[in-house]
């Protein structure tokens, strides 16, 4: 179990709360011959710049850059310089913050992944001209309906393929068999065949990239396993589409709370169906669907009619806070809540965090640099931890002001009663 840490010993030489651009100016760097601007596909946009220059081209991109979900910014340049007194890093701090004043809500919330690439191709100033400079940025997929029918498909299927499982483990019925004579190596045996089952339990999600890199990411698993000995609780689930890499890890660890008692229930939330978003308000979002109880009819028919009834239309937002209030009508015995969420995505309704009077266990999903701080601030409010792939962090509750805590070699601060992103270079006394 990992608790919080202080930082008591140390001296500060530089620090910076919220976006620190001299970290981001001085990743480390991808090379490459030249970039392909063609190679790009419907989730990502070019953010075009003059070669050496840090001027947006398009300032018009704004919108899309608000409206979607940034999962990825690359800042590409060429290694060429027409004068030895260039400083490339200088530059890409500019860059950096030319995009940031351009979409500061972006930089205000930096889970996103970033990359460094620098072209050895171009010779000369003329060529370079030529060649791509700027950002390249990737979204999460929008949800069509299109990937709502796979992703109910894939949905049925996985139901389908456990279903298949249970009967056969479950199957006490004399099988037939038959006795084979066979040879080997001048012996004689009498081997006895019976039928031979294998269920691929997963079946492949549908084609996505995004969702391929997540598959791996067991956050859900590692961190039930954790929890073993938890009162009374009920899980509230993220079934958005961006979730389908964790709902096998899910399905797996209800069936195994079927006969505990301590589970109360289980629901599911996709942010309100196929409701535009002009019409979705905190707290009345909608889009919510309890399963009364664990036994597996009960969920698959919950999970599949939260997927069937929209994705949540791919915006930034998702209305945790009301499905955990909901979870506490219906389930009023609840001790603590199980919230399985998405790293990326913020709380349409974070203001009323306070509202929830049990302690909530975050399993944060596909936090693979830095943590999602609502979640943080949800965790401390109500007295519970976050869970990430390998780490559990708990008693947030005790931090106090300007307490900074490291998680995945990311610093932040409680300032002002919430969590920030911390940067800071330290010496230790």
């Not at 393929?161 to 037939?176: A, G, V, Y």
């Not at 930034?316 to 790293?343: C, H, Q, R, T, W």
């Amino acid at each position: 179990m990992r608790f919080f840490y202080l930082f008591t010993l140390l001296i500060t030489l530089q620090s910076v709360v919220g976006f620190d651009v001299n970290h981001y100016a001085k990743s480390n760097v991808t090379n490459i011959n030249t970039f392909n601007r063609s190679a790009i596909h419907a989730d990502q946009i070019l953010i075009e710049m003059p070669f050496a220059k840090e001027i947006i081209l398009n300032k018009e991109q704004k919108k899309q850059l608000q409206k979607r979900v940034v999962i990825k910014i690359q800042l590409i340049y060429t290694q060429y310089r027409t004068s030895e007194k260039f400083n490339q890093i200088e530059l890409n701090k500019k860059r950096l913050l030319e995009l940031k004043k351009l979409v500061p809500e972006v930089f205000d919330f930096p889970v996103w992944e970033y990359e460094l690439i620098s072209q050895t191709d171009g010779n000369s100033r003329e060529e370079c001209n030529k060649m791509f400079h700027g950002f390249v940025v990737t979204f999460r997929p929008n949800t069509t309906s299109d990937f709502i029918a796979e992703e109910n498909d894939y949905i049925n299927t996985l139901l389908t393929n456990f279903s298949k499982k249970d009967s056969l483990e479950n199957d006490t019925t004399p099988k037939p068999f038959y006795i084979e004579t066979r040879w080997d190596n001048g012996y004689v045996y009498d081997t006895i065949w019976g039928e031979k089952i294998e269920i691929d339990l997963y079946p492949p999600l549908p084609p996505n990239p995004y969702l391929s890199s997540l598959h791996k990411d067991s956050t859900v698993l590692n961190a039930f396993k954790r929890i073993a000995n938890a009162q009374d609780f009920i899980i509230v689930t993220d079934a958005t589409g961006s979730m389908m890499p964790f709902y096998s890890q899910v399905i797996i660890w209800l069936k195994e709370q079927t006969a505990n008692v301590n589970a109360k229930g289980c629901l599911f939330f996709n942010d309100g169906d196929a409701k535009s978003s002009d019409k979705k308000l905190p707290l009345e979002t909608g889009g919510i669907y309890v399963a009364k109880s664990l036994q597996s009819e009960e969920i698959n028919k919950s999970l599949n009619k939260c997927t069937s009834g929209g994705s949540g239309g791919g915006e930034a937002k998702e209305n945790d806070v009301e499905a955990m209030l909901l979870g506490l009508k219906y389930f009023p015995e609840a001790k603590s809540i199980v919230l399985i969420a998405d790293n990326y995505e913020k709380m349409r309704d974070y203001e009323f965090i306070d509202k929830i009077t049990v302690p909530v266990q975050v399993f944060l999903c596909g936090a693979k640099s830095f943590v999602n701080t609502q979640y943080l601030d949800l965790a401390r409010i109500t007295k519970g931890s976050v869970y990430v792939e390998h780490e559990e962090i708990n008693n947030l509750h005790l931090l106090q002001e300007n307490d900074i805590i490291t998680i995945n070699n990311r610093d932040y601060m409680l300032k002002n009663g919430v969590f920030i992103y911390y940067y800071a270079e330290k010496e230790v006394l």
